[in-house]
């Protein structure tokens, strides 16, 4: 069964590095997506991703963070400069639809010291 | 704004003990309401999609449904494998991303 799939699954940080994590999406899905839930939190809506522009982006997404699909199969989200507040579970997810169910990954733990 | 509100934030059951979980929303438009399941550590698994008020989808022992202001997810006889995380989340007209509840967390002793 096809499956969304990220990288790396727990990375560690210092405050004010890059980070850059992975995801390849399912192959024929169109709409491409990034989800975060900080521990004990709702999973929140960071960008939606479509025909290789950002369709939507919520409050949280702002200049330090940034959305690429750099080839025909990868999505990645880069986050410039992390803060402390940045420490959450990344999830990306895909769908065919945009109106349809999400299929997540099984996200990409970031931990900022 | 699109908004999910889910009760109970936790629930025991004993195996066996049916019981019913809600999700109440406003929206805008609603496009679909969807449950899903997440596992500790892991990513949101999709359960069920619900269009429109009066529809029901069901699975094995869980069962949804919809009105016009909220969800249901009914288990029927849980047993400990049925104990996650269950999450609402719904998508507007007007809005790509799916708006998520904070989640009921269902533990099933045996």
């Known amino acids: 069964e096809p499956e969304v799939t990220q990288t790396p699954s727990h990375q560690v940080t210092q405050m004010g590095q890059e980070v850059i994590l992975r995801c390849v999406p399912i192959?024929?899905?169109?709409?491409f997506y990034w989800y975060r839930q900080i521990l004990g939190q709702k999973v929140e809506f960071l960008v939606s991703?479509?025909?290789?522009?950002?369709?939507?982006k919520s409050e949280i997404f702002d200049d330090q963070f940034s959305v690429e699909r750099p080839d025909g199969s990868n999505f990645t989200l880069k986050i410039r400069s992390t803060k402390l507040e940045d420490s959450a579970m990344y999830f990306c997810?895909?769908?065919?639809?945009?109106?349809?169910?999400?299929?997540f990954g099984e996200g990409s733990r970031l931990t900022v010291l | 704004e699109d908004q999910v509100t889910q009760s109970p934030e936790a629930l025991r059951l004993q195996e066996g003990e049916s019981s019913s979980l809600n999700c109440s929303y406003t929206?805008?438009?609603?496009?679909?309401l969807f449950w899903y399941r997440q596992d500790p550590g892991k990513g949101p698994e999709f359960l069920f999609t619900?269009?429109?008020a009066g529809e029901e989808k069901e699975k094995e022992r869980l069962k949804a449904t919809l009105t016009k202001k909220e969800s249901f997810l009914h288990i029927t006889a849980p047993k400990p494998e049925d104990s996650a995380t269950y999450l609402c989340?719904?998508?507007?007209?007007?809005?790509?991303?799916?708006?998520f509840g904070d989640g009921t967390t269902l533990t099933v002793k045996p």
């Open positions: 991703f479509y025909n290789n522009e950002i369709s939507e």
């Open positions: 619900l269009y429109s």
């Open positions: 192959s024929n899905h169109l709409y």
């Open positions: 929206v805008s438009g609603l496009r679909g």
């Open positions: 989340a719904v998508k507007g007209a007007n809005a790509g991303k799916s708006t």
């Open positions: 997810a895909s769908n065919y639809m945009s109106t349809g169910e999400l299929f």
